[in-house]
């Protein structure tokens, strides 16, 4: 059984910052990638940033210089740290995990989505 859970959405103003964070847990062998998405009402949900095994990391035009990935292996755990938001971040924000279990089964695991709200 694999879960991935995540925390850290919540109501901030423009210019302000949230830290999400997001746990996967179970049967893993290893986590390959680690991702965040978000998806707008009325959007197509988008790639915002991910990061690899090797720390390699990829953003969102919208987001490079203001949201840095993060992860910490031991823990099987990927952050998102978000500063200067802006009201165009506003979004469901959804926490991947592409994995391998201990029976050699590898896939997608999704969070359950955490709101980010940036509203005056």
């Known amino acids: 059984q694999v879960q991935v859970v995540e925390s850290g959405g919540g109501l901030v103003q423009p210019g302000g910052s949230l830290r999400l964070s997001c746990a996967a847990s179970?049967?893993?062998?290893?986590?390959?990638?680690m991702g965040w998405y978000r998806q707008a009402p009325g959007k197509q949900r988008e790639l915002v940033a991910r990061?690899?095994?090797?720390?390699?990391?990829n953003y969102a035009d919208s987001v490079k210089g203001r949201f840095t990935i993060s992860r910490d292996n031991a823990k099987n755990t990927v952050y998102l740290q978000m500063n200067s938001l802006k009201p165009e971040d506003t979004a469901v924000y959804y926490c991947?995990?592409?994995?391998?279990?201990?029976?050699?089964?590898?896939?997608?695991?999704w969070g359950q989505g955490t709101q980010v709200s940036v509203s005056s």
């Open positions: 991947n995990a592409y994995l391998v279990q201990n029976r050699g089964i590898q896939g997608d695991y």
């Open positions: 179970g049967s893993i062998f290893m986590i390959y990638n």
């Open positions: 990061i690899t095994n090797a720390d390699r990391t």
